[in-house]
């Protein structure tokens, strides 16, 4: 018997940056996620927490040796939009590369970037049809 999940949602997922100074630019200037607060070990800037609101945040620590590699058994952060369009018109703007905007098998409108250290974004817009939504046990055929 299942029993009430006791979970609220994912607090936070914590990546590590080779270069601290741009990776906060980049989530902050570029997508736009401000700085919720700075670690600090002593004098040294060590990391930070970048808030995404609803009680949600990325965490950041410096870490100059990180790699990320297909197989991770972690892929990618997928960071949800109420403005697809908006958000490929200021990522764009800035420099960055990210995907054209496509509708996924899950009914959602996604489009893929990358943080400076490699770190996979996918972006969610969700829509009407999308299957997060749908009652628990929808079937998602893919084509992939």
Known sequence: ???KSLIKQVAHACIFAHDLAATEAFYRDVL????????MRGEERIGFYL???AR???EVFSKASARFDETNQINHICLETEDMDGLLAQVRAQGVTITDKKLG???TWQAWTADPNGVKLEIFQ???D???FKPAGSVC???W
């Open 51 to 53: 808030d995404l609101g």
């Open 130 to 132: 999308s299957l997060q």
């Open 1 to 3: 018997p299942m029993t």
């Open 32 to 39: 736009g996620i401000p700085v919720a607060f700075t670690f």
């Open 105 to 107: 098998v899950d009914g």
């Open 126 to 128: 969700y829509t009407g």
């Open 141 to 143: 055929q893919v084509n």
């Open 56 to 58: 949600t945040f990325i």
